[in-house]
Nanobody, 124 residues
Framework: QVQLVESGGGLVQAGGSLRLSCAAS????????MAWFRQAPGKAREFVGGIRSGGSTSYANSVKDRFTISRDNAKNTVYLEMNSLKPEDTAAYYC??????????????????WGQGTQVTVSS
């Protein structure tokens, strides 16, 4: 069982930056692929990006070149660094863990564990 706890959300002006963290329990964090999803009000949850157990990353086109995902296996933590934020980035952000560590999937059904989410609000 893996428990995920996100933190770092908040209110930021457009053009600003935020860093989200996702702390995981368990001794096998390094084996999991980790991903970030987001859900805006009235919209479906969407893939933001992910990092494989080996450290390579994939991103949605909407955040590529603005967001960066990294992981610190010693701290059982994955990060989402968000720069040049836009009002359309406003959403609840969720981290997810997938047991097939070599793969980052766009579809949320491929992830085994989820955090409770943290709210990011970008004002114009």
């Amino acid at each position: 069982q893996v428990q995920l706890v996100e933190s770092g959300g908040g209110l930021v002006q457009a053009g600003g930056s935020l860093r989200l963290s996702c702390a995981a329990s368990g001794r096998t964090f390094n084996l999991y692929a980790m991903a970030w999803f987001r859900q805006a009000p009235g919209k479906a949850r969407e893939f933001v990006g992910g990092i494989r157990s080996g450290g390579s990353t994939s991103y949605a086109n909407s955040v590529k070149d603005r967001f960066t995902i990294s992981r610190d296996n010693a701290k059982n933590t994955v990060y989402l660094e968000m720069n040049s934020l836009k009002p359309e980035d406003t959403a609840a952000y969720y981290c997810a863990a997938g047991a097939r560590g070599a793969f980052v999937y766009v579809a949320e059904l491929n992830y085994d564990y989820w955090g409770q989410g943290t709210q990011v609000t970008v004002s114009s």
